[in-house]
């Protein structure tokens, strides 16, 4: 090659020097990390209670199934174990309903934190389990 072009060619240690991230670029990746961060750090406390309510609703179905329960012994139950859970659900999430082959256990409920000034998020729960007689 002619000699007065080689000052102009880009070499591979010109290359290595022009790696790396802006101070701009950093500053939206931390945004959005700290975004992304706050999102999982109010929601994993209710997705855990969602673990651990179902949890108790099969463990309450595995155990009552087969003796005979009335709907107060299922309430009593569920109680037992929500207080042992640390869970606080009002009554009226909780229906017992006789079904044909025992009682069917309904929770259905929503649980909010919020997020932003009026930015809400919202996880809902929804488990039907069957207790035989």
Do not use: C, W
Not at 6 to 35: C, D, K, N
Not at 53 to 81: C, F, H, K
Not at 95 to 116: F, M, T
């Amino acid at each position: 090659m002619e000699s007065y072009r080689y000052g102009h060619r880009m070499t591979q240690s010109t290359r290595h020097s022009q790696a790396g991230i802006t101070a701009l670029g950093f500053l939206i990746l931390a945004a959005l990390v700290g975004i992304i961060g706050l999102g999982v750090m109010k929601v994993m406390p209710m997705y855990l209670q969602n673990m651990r309510m179902t949890t108790i609703l099969d463990d309450v179905a595995r155990e009552l199934s087969g003796q005979s329960p009335t709907p107060q012994t299922i309430r009593n139950e569920l109680y037992r174990r929500f207080s042992v859970e640390d869970i606080n659900l009002p009554s009226d999430e909780i229906k017992i309903a006789q079904s044909k082959n025992g009682y069917s256990l309904h929770v259905q409920y929503e649980n909010r934190a919020s997020y932003v000034a009026d930015i809400y998020l919202l996880v809902a729960y929804d488990k039907q389990v069957e207790i035989t007689r």
